[in-house]
C-alpha cells in the first residue's frame, strides 16, 4: 500500500448541530429510473426490446442503454400527439413487436411502456404474448411513478422472471440463487465458499440468458443481495423459495450471512459454523491494520447497493457519517440502515437530491466523497478526492474476504490523490474567479 | 394512418434541442415540467457525453409524479419555483419554464400561472410531441430573439460596424461545434471580419439585444439556425467545407463586410502555404491515388452530409455511395434501410454516430473505418483540433482518412509467422484424423463457377482490403480441396470458405 498522507483529525471533522438534509428536494439523483429496465433486459442474449414512448425519451434512453447496456439495435413505434391522443398506442406497440419479431434468434421481446405511453393507456390483454412463438413481455416503467434506477430493475427482472421461471421441477437441494448486478467475480467468490459448506451458487439474477430466469425456480433459496429486488424476491418467494437478505459484507456481515444462508438451505450447522468462522477470521486479520482508520468518507450514488460499501469502508476504520440513496426505504433496507446508525452513521437518506448530499459537504469534512456525477463534481471543485460511484466502484469485487480486502485498498489510494485533487483546483478556480 | 417505425433514434424532439439552446444562456434558469427521468437523460446523463459538461447548471425538473399526472402539475411548478428562490438559484437570473413529451401529454400550459408567479419570466411550450431537436432549436433562437432581443433594439438602426459578424447556431449537443466554431472564427478574422457575438453558445439573455449590431451573419449550420438569421434581416451566410468551398466563402463574405479584396486573396495565398499545405502535398504525393478506390457513407446533420459529400465527392474524387441527413429527406435512407445497406454492403468509411458503428459491428464489418461525425454516441469532441468546416476542417479530414488508410494497411497485411515444425511421425497421439494438408507450391485448378463466386465475394469487400481476402479465401479453398482430395476447386469449396469468414 502506498504512503500514507495524514487525513482530517476526526475530532476536528465532528460538528456539534444535528445534521439537516437539504431543505429543498430540487434536483434528484437517479438515472431515469426506465434505464435501469433497459439495462437488465437489454442485456438478455436474444432480447428484442420494442419501446412504446415519445422521441425524446427515446433518444435519452437509447443514447444510454448503446453505451451502457448492450450494444443492441432498438425499435420504436414513431409516437406523436396524433398517435397518442388518437388511441393508436396499442396499435403502435403491435408494429414495434411485429419488427422485433422478425430478427433472427430471438429469445424475447420486452415491451418497455414508458411516460406518455402509460399516460395514454396500454392494454396488457390487447397485446400479443407471443408472435412465431417468440414470448412477447409487457414491462411498465413511467418514471414518474417508479422514482429510482434500481427499482426500475426489479420491476424488469420480476416480469421476466414472472413469464419464465421454472415452476414444475423440484428444488434443488443446497442450491443458491443470487439476486443483484454484482461484479462477475462475486459470485464465484461467494461460490467458492458456499461449497465448503456443502452448497453452492445456482444462478445470479439478473442473468445474461432467459435459461437463467427459468432455472432460478429450481433454487433452495434466494439471496437478496441488494436491498431493492422487493418484486423479484416476491416472485421467487410463491414459487417456494425461501429467502435470504442482506449480503455477506465485511467481517460480522459475511459470517451473519452465511449462517442464514445455512439456515435457509438446511445445511450442517457445525460446517456452517466453521466456514463461518474461518471467513470472520480472515476478514478480521485485514481489519486489524484498520487501513481506512481516521478518514471521514461521503457514500452517495443511486445504484441502490450504497448501503453495502458505506458497511464495508466503517469495517476498514473509516468515519461514514452519512449515506444517501435514490431507492425507498423497505423491510430490505431496514437491517443495514440499524448497522449503519449503530456505527457511526448519523444519516441515512433515501430518495436524495443533491441538495441533500451538498447539506452534507456543508456539515461535514470529508477526505473522500464517493458520490454521483453531480456530487463528484461539485467535491472536486473543493479540490475532494472524489469519484463515480457507478463507475468506479460497482467494477471491483466487494463480498466475502476476498471483496472486501480488493475495495478497501483501492479506497485507501484514492485517498492518497488529495494533492492531485487541490492543485487541479487551485489552478482552476484562480483562473474562473474573476 | 399507419404507423411509422423508428430502429435507433438519431434525432431527439424540440424539448432537447431547445432546452440545448437555453441552456447556454448563463443568466437564465429553466424549470422543465418532467419526470424525473427527462432532467436526468438530458441535464446529467447524456449531455455529459455530447457535451463533456458534468450536469447543466441552469436545469431544475418539476419531477412530475403520479398525483401529478391525474390532477396537473402546477402544484409541483409553484413548489419548485418557490424552493429555488429560497436557495437563491434565479438571483440575477430570467426564469423560463418549459413544457416536455409527458406535461404536453397531460395539457399542462403553465403560460398564465408563470406570468402570475414572475411578470419577467416565461413559458415555452417545447411542442415536444411533434417537433424534432432542429425545429426545436430554431424555435428557440426565435424566442430568445423576440422575447429577449427585438424588444429593445431600435429597427431603424444601422449595424454598429460593417466588418461586425455573428455566428449563430453552436449550441449545447451540436457535434465537434468546438472545433467547428474555432476555424470558421479564424476564417472570419483572417480576413478582417470582427466576430460580434457567438449565439447562443457565448451569449446570453443580456447580450440578446446586441445581435443586431451584426452587419453579416454566418450560420454554422444547414440543419437550424437560418430562421433567426432571417428575422435579423442582414445578410448572411452558411459556415464552409472543403477547399473551394471555403474560398468562395471567404470571397463573399469579404464582398458582404465591405473587406479590401487584395487582404482576402492575401489570406487565401497565405493559408494556401500554411493550413492547406499538407492538402497540396498529400494530393500531389502517392495517398491521393486511394480516394479514388475507396467509397464512403454520410450519415450526418445536413450541413456536414453536403459539406463532406463536396470536399470528398467534389474535390478528391472519392465515390461517396449513399447520404442520409438529419434533418431527413424522405428520399433518403432511415436507420432501417441504413442497417440493411451496411449489412449487406459496407462502404470503406462510414462515418455517422453510434447507430451505424453498431450496425458495422453485427455485420463484422471489420475492413471499413467508422469516423464519427454525429450524434447520438458518447465522443468527446471539445478540442479545437478537430474541425469537419473550413480549410483547417479540409486538411484535418484528408489527413484522418490517409491515417485510416495506413491503419487499414497494417491490419491486412500478411504475417507469415514462423510455425513450429510439427513433430517427427505426423500429428501427436490421439489427435483427431484427417488434419489439413499443408499449403501445397503446385497451383490448383479453379472451376468457372468457382473463380466467379470469388469474385463476387470480393466486390462486397473494400478495396484496400481485397488482396488479402483473396488471399485468404483462396487458401481456405485450396486446403479443403486439397484435405477432400478434389482435384479442383469448385464452388461448394468456396462457399463453404465464404461462410467460414475467410474473407479478411
Not at chain 1, 233 to 240: A, H, T
Not at chain 1, 344 to 369: C, N, T
Not at chain 1, 403 to 413: K, N, Q, T
Not at chain 2, 365 to 393: C, D, E, N
Amino acid at each position: 500500500m502506498a504512503e500514507i498522507i495524514p487525513l482530517t483529525p476526526g475530532d476536528a471533522s465532528a460538528p456539534q448541530e444535528p445534521f439537516k438534509p437539504g431543505a429543498c428536494k430540487l434536483h434528484p439523483q437517479t438515472m431515469c429510473p426506465a434505464f435501469g429496465a433497459l439495462r437488465v433486459l437489454a442485456r438478455i442474449e436474444g432480447a428484442q426490446p420494442a419501446m412504446v414512448t415519445d422521441t425524446g425519451c427515446l433518444y435519452g434512453l437509447t443514447f444510454v442503454t448503446h453505451f451502457y447496456a448492450a450494444r443492441k439495435s432498438i425499435v420504436a413505434p414513431a409516437l406523436g400527439t396524433a398517435e397518442l391522443s388518437g388511441g393508436k398506442v396499442q396499435e403502435a406497440a403491435n408494429a414495434a413487436i411485429a419488427e422485433a419479431a422478425r430478427e433472427q434468434h430471438v429469445s424475447v421481446i420486452p415491451v418497455i411502456s414508458l411516460c406518455v405511453a402509460e399516460t395514454a393507456g396500454l392494454a396488457e390483454e390487447l397485446l400479443p404474448t407471443e408472435v412465431d412463438g417468440k414470448p412477447v413481455v409487457l414491462v411498465r416503467v413511467p418514471a414518474y411513478a417508479i422514482h429510482s434506477h434500481p427499482e426500475a430493475k426489479d420491476i424488469a427482472l420480476a416480469a421476466v422472471l414472472r413469464r419464465f421461471v421454472d415452476r414444475q421441477s423440484d428444488h434443488e437441494p443446497g442450491a443458491l440463487v443470487l439476486v443483484g448486478e454484482v461484479f462477475p467475480a462475486d459470485p464465484l467468490l461467494i461460490d467458492g465458499v458456499l461449497r465448503k459448506m456443502g452448497a453452492r451458487v445456482l444462478t445470479t439474477l439478473p442473468g445474461r440468458h432467459v435459461d437463467e430466469l427459468r432455472l432460478a425456480g429450481r433454487g433452495g433459496a434466494v439471496a437478496a443481495l441488494h436491498p431493492f429486488y422487493r418484486e423479484t424476491v416476491n416472485v421467487l418467494r410463491e414459487r417456494g423459495v425461501g429467502v435470504v437478505t442482506g449480503a455477506p459484507i465485511g467481517a460480522a456481515g459475511s459470517a451473519a450471512w452465511l449462517r442464514a444462508v445455512g439456515a435457509a438451505l438446511d445445511l450442517d450447522e457445525d460446517v456452517v459454523e466453521r466456514v463461518a468462522a474461518e471467513e470472520e477470521e480472515t476478514a478480521r486479520g485485514f481489519l486489524a491494520a484498520q487501513p481506512l482508520k481516521g478518514a471521514t468518507i461521503l457514500v452517495s450514488g443511486y445504484e441502490g447497493n450504497e448501503m453495502l460499501y458505506a458497511r464495508l469502508l466503517i469495517e476498514g476504520g473509516a468515519h461514514v457519517p452519512y449515506v444517501s440513496t435514490s431507492i425507498g426505504q423497505s423491510a430490505l433496507t431496514a437491517a443495514d440502515e440499524a448497522w449503519l446508525k449503530a456505527h457511526g452513521a448519523e444519516a441515512v437518506i433515501y430518495r436524495k437530491a443533491i441538495e441533500d448530499d451538498q447539506a452534507a459537504m456543508r456539515h461535514w469534512s470529508f477526505d473522500l466523497v464517493i458520490g454521483t456525477t453531480t456530487l463528484a463534481a461539485y467535491a472536486k471543485e473543493r479540490g475532494i478526492p472524489s469519484v463515480y460511484y457507478t463507475n468506479i466502484l460497482s467494477v471491483r469485487p466487494l463480498f466475502l474476504a476476498g471483496g472486501m480486502i480488493a475495495s478497501l485498498s483501492f479506497v485507501r489510494e484514492l485517498m492518497n490523490r488529495r494533492p492531485l485533487y487541490e492543485r487541479m483546483v487551485e489552478f482552476f478556480s484562480a483562473d474562473t474567479a474573476q | 394512418m399507419s404507423i411509422q417505425l423508428i430502429r435507433d433514434i438519431s434525432d431527439t424532439s424540440s424539448f432537447w434541442g431547445a432546452a440545448w439552446v437555453f441552456g447556454c444562456f448563463p443568466d437564465l434558469h429553466i424549470v422543465c415540467d418532467a419526470p424525473i427521468g427527462c432532467y436526468n437523460l438530458l441535464g446529467v446523463a447524456v449531455t455529459d457525453y455530447t457535451d463533456a459538461l458534468p450536469q447543466m447548471a441552469n436545469l431544475t425538473p418539476t419531477s412530475i409524479r403520479e398525483e401529478d399526472v391525474i390532477n396537473g402539475t402546477a402544484g409541483a411548478l409553484v413548489r419548485t419555483i418557490d424552493d429555488l428562490r429560497s436557495l437563491g438559484s434565479l438571483e440575477g437570473k430570467r426564469l423560463l419554464v418549459m413544457s416536455t413529451a409527458e406535461s404536453e401529454m397531460i395539457s399542462a400550459d403553465h403560460t398564465r400561472l408563470v406570468a402570475r408567479i414572475d411578470p419577467q419570466a416565461r413559458f415555452f411550450w417545447s411542442r415536444s410531441l411533434e417537433q424534432d431537436e432542429w425545429t426545436g432549436r430554431d424555435r428557440a433562437l426565435l424566442f430568445a430573439w423576440e422575447e429577449y432581443g427585438r424588444p429593445s433594439v431600435d429597427p431603424a438602426a444601422a449595424p454598429g460596424a460593417p466588418n461586425l459578424v455573428n455566428i449563430i447556431g453552436p449550441s449545447l449537443g451540436c457535434f465537434n461545434a468546438p472545433a467547428d466554431l474555432y476555424e470558421v472564427r479564424r476564417l472570419i478574422e483572417g480576413i478582417g471580419g470582427t466576430v460580434n457575438l457567438v449565439y447562443p453558445y457565448e451569449g446570453s439573455i443580456a447580450s440578446t439585444p446586441r445581435l443586431a449590431e451584426a452587419a453579416v451573419n454566418v450560420v454554422l449550420y444547414r440543419e437550424f439556425g437560418a430562421p433567426l438569421a432571417e428575422a435579423l434581416g442582414r445578410p448572411y451566410l452558411f459556415a464552409p467545407f472543403g477547399v473551394f468551398g471555403t474560398t468562395a466563402f471567404l470571397r463573399d463574405l469579404g464582398r458582404l463586410i465591405g473587406a479590401d479584396p487584395a487582404q482576402v486573396e492575401a489570406f487565401i495565398a497565405r493559408e494556401k502555404r500554411t493550413t492547406l499545405q499538407p492538402v497540396w502535398d498529400l494530393w500531389r504525393g502517392p495517398q491521393s491515388d486511394w480516394f479514388a478506390t475507396v467509397d464512403c457513407a454520410i450519415v450526418a446533420g445536413r450541413s456536414y452530409v453536403e459539406g463532406l459529400t463536396a470536399l470528398l465527392g467534389d474535390e478528391l474524387g472519392m465515390k461517396i455511395a449513399w447520404t442520409s441527413g438529419r434533418p431527413r429527406r424522405p428520399d433518403e435512407p432511415d436507420n432501417i434501410e441504413i442497417r440493411r445497406r451496411i449489412h449487406a454492403r459496407a462502404p470503406a468509411f462510414v462515418f455517422g454516430s453510434i447507430n451505424e458503428k453498431i450496425y458495422l459491428a453485427e455485420a463484422n464489418a471489420r475492413a471499413t473505418h467508422y469516423v464519427p461525425a454525429t450524434f447520438p454516441g458518447p465522443v468527446v469532441r471539445r478540442t479545437t483540433g478537430t474541425p469537419f468546416m473550413g480549410y483547417a476542417g479540409a486538411a484535418h479530414i484528408i489527413q484522418e482518412l490517409v491515417n485510416r488508410f495506413y491503419e487499414m494497411v497494417f491490419n491486412f497485411l500478411p504475417v507469415e509467422q514462423v510455425k513450429a515444425p510439427a513433430a517427427p511421425g505426423g500429428p501427436p497421439h490421439g489427435a483427431p484424423a484427417g488434419p489439413p494438408a499443408p499449403p501445397s507450391a503446385e497451383t490448383m485448378p479453379w472451376t468457372k463457377e468457382a473463380t466467379e463466386r470469388l469474385n463476387a465475394a470480393l466486390e462486397q469487400v473494400p478495396y484496400l482490403a481485397r488482396i488479402s481476402a483473396s488471399r485468404s479465401l483462396r487458401l481456405a479453398a485450396e486446403q479443403a480441396a486439397r484435405a477432400r482430395g478434389a482435384p479442383e476447386v469448385t464452388v461448394d469449396l468456396v462457399e463453404a470458405a465464404i461462410a467460414h469468414g475467410g474473407q479478411g
